[in-house]
């Protein structure tokens, strides 16, 4: 399998949550982000993909994941893009 990560991204896989868990917890992840980045580096952002399905393989969810992160980088970054 090949990993659609580059130098500064990473994945978070969370097994069998709700749906409202994985939104949760990216909505938590990018406030404990934030705060943190704005005592250290305040230019420094953090965007998100999330993707929440049964239905897809790994290389599926992946790439879908890596799709929707760009989307949040491209309209400004600092937010999470969900998938429909």
Known sequence: MSLPFGGDE??????????????????????????MAAEILPDLGLSIGLVHSHEMNMNELLEEADKLLYHSKKSGGRKITKAE
């Open 10 to 35: 990473f994945g978070v896989l969370l097994i069998n949550p709700f749906h409202h868990e994985c939104e949760q917890c990216a909505y938590d992840l990018l406030s404990a982000f934030e705060k």
